[in-house]
């Protein structure tokens, strides 16, 4: 059976189109509601936080229905619906209601749609990338149309742009054809999900994972106010997101050599040591463009390599009937560690400044490393 490689990418497209209209500009649209950064933090932690428990729930639900498709297609349609509520009142009391209910189905959708997409990939899994690449591509576009729009028009209009990409991830769930696991050949299909989540090195992985996310936490909420404390212009702030980003579809492109010739092992450990390199940067050299530039390369690192290898050790791990909930658990764990990776900024922001806020970024992902070095064995993808 053929691969439906465009209308998976299709999907991937307007799902990370939606994570490029709000990763960049979601703080920057809070702050240009008058709200202060410990409140921006907490805003931006809460669709975080629901990614907590989101998954786990809707990733047994897919494991124990098989309906995943159907689960991907509810979750878009009250994502959508939620999210339209936020035109109904601006206080903090009701966006933080909307950014929990939003997010509690939208988190719903990523792991069953990564499920659904290595179903498709059976006998085919270093092929992820090449699907996945169009959502670093949805990314990209939606980076670079936002910067110069918020350069043109108010940041009033900022709701709408995200309703209007909601409305294509549901259009493009229809779409998308289901896609079932079979347990043949799977040599852990029989074990339970809890046995295969203490088989050694797994629960170190998933910490890692974590870890990870927290350094994130100031990049994603603090960094376009950074930089246009720095002086940027919104246009060109947006031109520097869209710089990471392609760096990550070029690593997508060459991660099925990469793991050939690497181990997830070693792919994991120079991710995690490139990411702190990154968060040193912007914490201390944000101000000076070329290094700037450097720092948003290393993406493909801290993002690109990283997921793909984390995809693909999950996908290892689990078996047929566990998928769901293998996927459900890295995106839980993913919530975890990007909601105190906001929260931590957000209070530290003020208090301690952004290099001092970064150089904390820096040691959770130094600690990442340490952690899959003497944890994770070594084997070859």
Not at 281 to 300: D, F, K, M, N, T
Request: hydrophobic share 55%; glycine share 8%.
């Amino acid at each position: 059976m053929p691969v439906p490689y465009w209308r998976l990418s299709g999907f991937y497209l307007f799902y990370f189109a939606l994570l490029g209209a709000t990763a960049p500009f979601l703080a920057l649209y809070f702050d240009h509601l008058g709200f202060a950064s410990a409140r921006i933090g907490e805003l931006v932690a809460i669709p975080m936080l629901m990614r907590c428990v989101a998954p786990n729930l809707w990733g047994w639900l897919g494991d124990y229905t098989g309906r995943r498709l159907a689960i991907v297609r509810f979750g878009a349609i009250c994502t959508l619906g939620c999210f339209s509520l936020i035109f109904v009142s601006k206080t903090y009391a009701w966006l933080a209601m909307v950014m929990a209910l939003h997010a509690f189905f939208w988190h719903a959708v990523l792991p069953q749609f990564e499920t659904i997409t290595l179903a498709h990939l059976q006998g085919q899994a270093s092929r992820y990338s090449q699907i996945r690449l169009w959502g670093s591509i949805g990314f990209i576009l939606t980076v670079v149309v936002m910067g110069r729009l918020y350069e043109w028009w108010s940041l009033d209009v900022y709701p709408y742009a995200l309703v209007t990409i909601m409305a294509g991830i549901v259009v493009s769930s229809f779409w998308v054809p289901n896609a079932q696991f079979t347990a043949q050949g799977n040599r852990l299909a029989g074990d339970g999900f809890l046995h295969q989540l203490t088989r050694p090195g797994v629960l170190a992985f998933y910490a890692c994972v974590a870890l990870m996310q927290i350094s994130h936490g100031p990049y994603y909420t603090f960094l376009t106010l950074h930089l246009e404390h720095l002086g940027y212009d919104r246009g060109l702030i947006g031109m520097v997101w869209a710089v990471g980003v392609v760096a990550e579809v070029l690593m997508f492109m060459a991660m099925s050599r990469l793991l050939t010739r690497f181990s997830v092992r070693q792919v994991l450990a120079a991710s995690f040591l490139l990411a702190a390199l990154r968060w040193w940067l912007l914490g201390s050299y944000a101000e000076y463009l070329p290094w700037l530039i450097v720092a948003q390369v290393l993406h493909a690192a801290t993002f690109g390599s990283f997921h793909a290898a984390a995809i693909h050790f999950v996908q290892r791990t689990f078996g047929a009937r566990q998928q769901g909930q293998g996927q459900a658990l890295y995106a839980a764990l993913a919530g975890v560690g990007g909601a105190l990776g906001a929260l931590y900024s957000g209070y530290s922001w003020n208090t301690l400044g952004p290099t001092w806020t970064f150089a904390i970024a820096s040691i959770a992902a130094l600690a990442a490393a340490m952690i899959i070095v003497t944890r994770l064995k070594e084997d070859k993808a």
